[in-house]
């Protein structure tokens, strides 16, 4: 069975069950024996905190949903200020080149204002 399918609870006891048998029979193990069963315990308990964190985050998923609509759209979004375009100043150009100029100059490229080379009319 997968580890995200296991209930955490089960999981749980299972590792205290071994750590209680581990220290039962600790004694009269090897060296090796001890080793591996160390490895198993660590992936138990790594299985264990895989199915720890699946359950915490399907109980928040599960509180979002229980939000009201209008909540979960107002947190659901953030402003991203941009600087040049959020100063509320009215542009008018006289031509698209002015334009084109105009946000080459101002605007940063990742907004996506650039020309871009060999696209014009003039080209073909």
Known sequence: MPADTLDPAFLEQYVADAKAAWRKHAQALSWEQKVAAIVRMREREAALKAARENSLFAEQCRRQLRRPLSDRIRFGFFRNPNPVR???????????????????????????????PGAGRDDA
Not at 87 to 112: D, I, K, T, W
């Open 86 to 116: 959020d100063q509320n100043v009215n542009r008018s150009f006289a031509s698209l080149e002015q334009y084109q100029r105009f946000c080459e100059e101002r605007y940063p490229e990742h907004y996506g204002y650039r020309r871009v």
